[in-house]
Each structure stands twice: as C-alpha cells, then as structure tokens.
C-alpha cells in the first residue's frame, strides 16, 4: 500500500510540473536496478524536460530510458523509452557535441526495438531523425519506404519521402512525377475566397507575396532574394513578405532584408488558415512559393487557389504535385523539352540562371592558389554531408588516391557525427587525407568564405548537386568541378557553371569526374589561371548580375499574370 502510495503521489507531483521533486520522489522509492520501468522512464523525462538540462543531467536522462528499454523492450513503455532516448541525443547534441557518441548506441537500441515496433509510426519517425544524424542513407530510405508502403497520413514523412529521393539516383523524374501526383492526395484544403471575389485595381501595382519559413539572419535563401527584391519596379510592383518561420534569438530575420519588402507579415504563430486569409485580405495577385516540400506543414497553404497565379520558386527544385501551383521557375539548362511532362507545375525557362544571388557585403581580395604554399592540392566541399552519397566518397576517394599528398577539406551547414563519415572514407583508406571542420567554428559569414582560400578546387556533390555553396566557391575565386544531372535538382551545378561560362568544368559522368579534377591538379599553371579568371570575370556574369534577372523576372510575371 505504501508503495503504491508513493507511486501515485509521484505521479501527482509530475502532473504538476514539479519535475525535481518528482525525481527526488522517485529516488527515495528505490535504486534504478529495482525500479520498474515505467518509473525509470518518467524520471528521465523529468531531467531533460526541466528548461536549460546539464550534461550530467542528459546523460543520467539517457541511462534511465536505456535501462526503461531493456525492462520491458516489449511493452509501451520500451516504445516511449526508445524515442526518448533518440529524441534526448537530437534534441541537445548541438548544445552538446559529446551526445553524438551516443548516437551509435541508439543506433543499437533501435535496432533490437525494430523487430517489435516496425510497424509503430512513432518509432519509425524517431528512426528517421536517428538514421539522417548517423548519414546512414539505406536505411533511412527503407524506414520511410515502410511508412509510405502502410499508407502514412504523416504529412512530413510523405514529404520527406520525395525530398530524400533527391540524395540517391534511385529516382527517375517520372518517379517524382508520380509520386506528387499521390502526394496531392494528403494536402490538406483550407476554407477560401474565390479570387473572382476579391478586390484587384488594375490602375494599381500588382501586389506580390512570397511565402516562406527561412527568411531568417543567415539564410542562404536571404541571399539569393534581397537584392532581386530590392530591385524589383516598385512602380509596377508592391511586394509582400509572409514570414512563417520559427527562428531561435540568434537568427531573427535582420533589418537590411526586410527594409528591401514593401510589407512585411510575421505571421509564425498562425495556423495555415489564418495566413489563407491574411494574404487574401492583402489581396496579392502573384503569391510566389519559397520553400514547398522543405516545410511539410505550411505546403499546404499552396494546395489552396489563394491568389489568382501562385508559383514555386528557389528552395525545393523539383514537382510539388499541387493543382494549384501554377508554375515552377526553372532555366533552360535544367528542364528538357521532353521533360516538362513530368513536373505537375508548367515550367517557366529563364533564358540564363533560374536565380541570380547578391553575393556578399565583403570586400573581395585576390589570394594565390593555396598550393603555391602547400605544395600540394586542397579539395574542399562545404556541402550538407547528406549529400555525400556512397558515389561521391567512392568517386572522391580515387581522386584523392590518384592524387597523391592530396587532402579534403569538409564542412557542413548542419550538425552530423563526423566519425561516422569518417568511417565511409576509411573503407577507402583515405581517411587520413580528411579534414573535417566543426560549422560552430565558422558562424561568421566572413570565417566561412575565408575557408575557401584554403582550397585549390571545389569538388561538387551528387546527384544533389551544391548550389549556395557553388556560388560561394566562384564569388571567392575557386573553380568547381560538377556532374550532370538527370532533372532539376541534380543538373543546378551544371546550369550555375555554364552561366559562370565555365563549360569545361562540367563532367558527363563520374569517369570524367575524376579526369577532368586530375588533369586540373596536374596541370597547376593552368589551374592558376583559372583561379584567377574566376576571380576577376564572375561578379560580370549572369551569377550576380541581378538587375537583368529582375528584368526578365518582371517581364514572366507580368506575362504570366496578363494570361490568367
């Protein structure tokens, strides 16, 4: 009776919010090797719930869900145990780089849960998170796969089903095609004005909205939009800002960006149907998407006719599936004539780039080839590591063997364990010629673009080729070598490239990848006269020349709009 007393207070305490009380309480009942699972569980919840947890306090969080798993693996509590221990390492590892290690033995845990929770949608959603952090690509493909083959509603796992696809060539842009065709069939319909009732001038200036979640400080969709709308005809357009986005005390949207829009929305804290009926009562007659599948739970808004022409545009380069995205800008190096068919948008072809970018408030100055210090070749890539597939670390790797004294430097936007890619190039034995760098060490933009005159020759990933960070080589000087694609996302190198009019850069297939990067690295004269040819000729071309994009811009909206 005492016992269940106590437990029942303990539950009391926890429904209150008293969460180191209800810790105490717990431990004053018993040891945790006699405490039963369910008890294990909740005093983990209570460490990493309370707001700022320490490391010891994490950690101990961490040993109380492992020890709740391996009570009762087969029971309910097993289940929450093992998400939260997943969740726990996500959730913290950028405060606490040392949780990564951890992530190996939820890598463990998950996969002797797998044999009982496969078919539980939650575990399967944490294995996701789990398997994207540790780069282990197959299986994160096949726990999405399982989710979709039993017919998930979770509209995050159906989006992130075609966005992974863009990682692998396992994908042919027929597949994509179909699948937004089934997508279409979960976005949600909100309630909406039919635009014929809404109140347009046509003495006026055509309103314009773009829509998006990651307008924040920082951003590289920031610097790819502030000076097009900057240079946007404010006589014949007004432009509206619709932020959605939920940024951290660091990477608020600044003033220099948002000055550039003739309105400005804040709009993060409310629902689809809510922003539905802002940007209609803003009567905007061109609403323009900047973010699509990358935002599973604001896509939506555009499965709706909000506006009388909507268009999706620069952050996801692919087919949404939606009836009422009307078009997707493109360019004519990255959509065939007899490719169109399969984008369920009609293709807008710019005649140069699909998007210029506004470079850099910098002063740029010239630096030498680093091998002219070194004595030997850097390659670098500041890619996501997503993106380095198992054809790029087999395709690097015998670069860097033909190379020899070679070296690579590595970065990503986003957190990873770095031993674990480590280990794919140690496969290769050419884990000694890495160097991985930590992003925290480089929030600066000036330390990150001063990282490129580390390196002789960007190598480009694929089939999710780079393209911020392509733009960022070329305005620094350093030539990338980049692969043709097969759609959209995968040829955004090779249409950058032939705009930086750097043809010779661009390779057919993964053989002449490796040529044309060894034939560079052995003719260094050569190498150095591109260097600097870059330097000197790519703020004249079509990368950075955003006044003439806007024109032709201007010109596809003002046509598009006419025609509706």
Known sequence: MDSKFKI??????????????????????????VRPADLSCLSGVCKIIKSDPTIDEILSALSDFEDAYYKEKNSNVGLESVCNYISTCILHSNKYP?????????KQI??????????NEKFCIAGLKLHKLILDYDKFREINLNLIKRNTKHLTS???????NNYSYKWSQKDYFNFANDLKKSLP????????????????????GFVSCNFNFGHSITYFMKDIIKNMDKEKFETHAFDLGRYGRDNQPISEFKDKFDFWNELNDRNNQEVINIIQKNNIEILIDVMSL????RIGIFNNRVSPLQISWLAYCNTVGSDNIDYLIADTNLIRENEEKYYTEKIIKLSNIWSTHSGFDLTRNYQESPLLKNKYITFGSFNNFMKISDEVIDTWSKILKKISNSKLILKSSEKYNYEILMRKFEKYG???MIQILDKKNFDKIEDHLNLYNQIDIALDTFPYTGVTTTFEALWMGVPVVSLKGHNFKSRCGESILKNANLDHLICSN??????????LTNDKIRLIEIRKDIFNNILDTDLFNNKKYVFEFEKILLEKYKNI
Request: net charge positive; with cysteine; glycine share 0%.
């Open 294 to 297: 990358t935002h599973p739970e």
């Open 189 to 208: 319909f909100y309630n909406v004005k039919t635009v014929d009732n809404l109140s347009f001038n046509a003495e006026k200036k055509i309103k314009v």
């Open 98 to 106: 040392k949780l990564f290690e951890y992530l190996l033995k939820a």
């Open 430 to 432: 050419v884990d000694h």
């Open 110 to 119: 998950y996969d002797d849960a797998e044999k009982k929770f496969s078919y």
């Open 510 to 519: 993964k053989n002449e990848y490796i040529q044309k990067t060894c034939d």
């Open 158 to 164: 159906l989006c992130r089903w075609a966005f992974i």
């Open 8 to 33: 029942e207070e303990i539950r009391k305490l926890f429904s209150k919010n008293k969460f180191q009380e209800t810790i105490n309480k717990i431990n004053e009942l018993c040891k945790r090797e």
